[in-house]
């Protein structure tokens, strides 16, 4: 089954003075998602928005949400987090024991929401084949999780192609991100191993032109 190309910038990267003014240049740019990193300073070792901004980008986003759960335990939020407006909601393989990541997911998909499930670039792929049939989304980390600005981890393409491999069986209307120095170089890498979900934090909001770089990311089609 062949995806598009689909892009979610990172507002993980954007100037949070003039958030609602970053929000909606994203669409007239091409971009497809808002991509929301939420971090809560354990699962990561950083910190970042919940779930009152979460809502309040909604009601200013004329894209959908994509909103990447960076915590630890995630199936006490992620009610809230639907509720406050996500489209697509992902969750770490690690964040928790089996059993709460599999109720996670399937409550996620209960509400009405795409349900996600990202890995760290030290897990192994074989970590998400229990869930493979709860998912819409697979979200393969391509640097460390917690801060924007790393350099792209060429090594996970491997797991990528494995896991695109497994969906393609199991599950093929699966979609597979990227998320982590994503530009126009790296954006060909990941499409040739699988990926159609580009996650571009940085590269985005640092860019001069971003619709030229959105179509850019898309040509690696």
């Known amino acids: 089954m062949t995806h598009p190309i689909r892009t979610s910038p990172s507002i993980l990267s954007a100037d949070y003075v003039n958030l609602e003014r970053d929000i909606r240049a994203l669409s007239p740019a091409g971009a497809d998602y808002v991509h929301v990193d939420v971090m809560d300073g354990h699962f990561v070792p950083n910190i970042t928005i919940g779930i009152p901004v979460t809502a309040a980008i909604k009601k200013v986003s004329p894209l959908p949400l994509d909103v990447h759960l960076m915590i630890s335990r995630p199936i006490r939020y992620v009610e809230d987090?639907?509720?406050?407006?996500?489209?697509?909601?992902t969750v770490h393989v690690e964040a928790d024991i089996p059993v709460n990541i599999r109720a996670a997911l399937e409550k996620i998909r209960a509400l009405g929401v795409k349900a996600g499930l990202s890995l760290k670039p030290d897990t192994r792929a074989e970590a998400l084949l229990p869930y493979l049939e709860l998912c819409d989304l697979i979200l393969v980390m391509t640097v460390e999780p917690g801060f924007g600005g790393q350099s792209f981890m060429t090594d996970m393409m491997?797991?990528?192609?494995?896991?695109?491999?497994?969906?393609?069986?199991?599950?093929?209307?699966c979609e597979i991100e990227v998320d982590g120095g994503v530009n126009e170089t790296t954006a060909v890498l990941c499409k040739e191993n699988g990926a159609n979900v580009l996650v571009a934090g940085s590269a985005w909001f640092k860019s001069k032109d971003p619709a030229a770089f959105n179509r850019a990311l898309k040509r690696c089609d």
């Open 81 to 89: 987090f639907c509720k406050a407006g996500a489209d697509i909601l």
């Open 158 to 173: 491997p797991k990528l192609r494995t896991i695109r491999g497994w969906l393609d069986e199991k599950n093929p209307g």
